[in-house]
C-alpha cells in the first residue's frame, strides 16, 4: 500500500539477484520509526525508575523491620505501648507490600520495553521492503510498475523477470506443420 517513487529497471534490463528495482515511499514508516524509537526511550527511562523505587521500598522496609525487631523487646518487657508496637508492625507490613508492588512496576516496564522492541523489529521489517528487490538474476521481461502507483500484494506483479534467460512458450502450431517445429536442449551451442 504505498507509493512508488523510484524506479531503477526497465523492460529489457539486466538485472542480478538482490538488485533494487524499485523503491517506495517511507516517509510514514521513518516517522513510525522515530516515534516507536521515542517510546523505547521512554520505557529505559520507567525501567530505570522502577529499579529506583525497588531500592527506595526496600531502604525503607529494611528501617522499618530493624523498628519493628527493636521494638519486640520492649514490648515484652512492658516499656512499649500495644499502639506503638501495632504501628512498627503495620510499617513493616506495609514496606514490604511497596517492595512487591516496585518489583511488579519493573516487571511492567519491562514487558512494555519487549512490546516496544518487537513493534521496533516490525517496523524495521516494513521499512526493508520499501525496496523492491530482484529475487532472480534474469531479464525484466515488462515493468508494470509506474511512478507515483500505489504498490500492492495483490493484483498484477510489478516487474516480470526472465530468469536466467529461460523462456516459457506458450503456441498455436497447425498439425501439419508440427513436423517443421525444431526443439533445442538451451544447455547445448547451436552452430
Known amino acids: 500500500g504505498f507509493r512508488v517513487v523510484e524506479l531503477f529497471a526497465d523492460e529489457g534490463s539486466s538485472v542480478k539477484k538482490g538488485q533494487v528495482l524499485a523503491r517506495l515511499v517511507a516517509e510514514q514508516l ?83 520495553k519487549a512490546q516496544v522492541e518487537a513493534q521496533l523489529r516490525e517496523l524495521n521489517w516494513r521499512r526493508s521492503n520499501t525496496e523492491v528487490k530482484s529475487p532472480e538474476d534474469g531479464i525484466v521481461s515488462r515493468r508494470n510498475a509506474r511512478l507515483g502507483a500505489v504498490a500492492t500484494a495483490a493484483g498484477e506483479p510489478m516487474f516480470r523477470i526472465i530468469s536466467k534467460g529461460e523462456i516459457e512458450l506458450d503456441a498455436e502450431v497447425v498439425e501439419t506443420e508440427l513436423a517443421k517445429v525444431a526443439f533445442t536442449d538451451p544447455k547445448k551451442p547451436t552452430r
Open 30 to 112: 521513518d516517522a513510525q520509526v522515530a516515534q516507536n524509537e521515542a517510546n523505547k526511550a521512554r520505557s529505559n527511562a520507567n525501567i530505570a525508575q522502577a529499579k529506583s523505587q525497588i531500592t527506595e521500598a526496600e531502604a525503607r522496609k529494611s528501617e522499618a523491620d530493624a523498628q519493628l525487631a527493636r521494638a519486640v523487646p520492649l514490648k515484652k518487657s512492658g516499656y512499649l505501648s500495644g499502639a506503638v508496637y501495632d504501628q512498627r508492625e503495620s510499617a513493616a507490613r506495609t514496606s514490604e507490600a511497596q517492595v512487591a508492588a516496585a518489583r511488579d512496576g519493573l516487571a511492567s516496564a519491562e514487558a512494555e
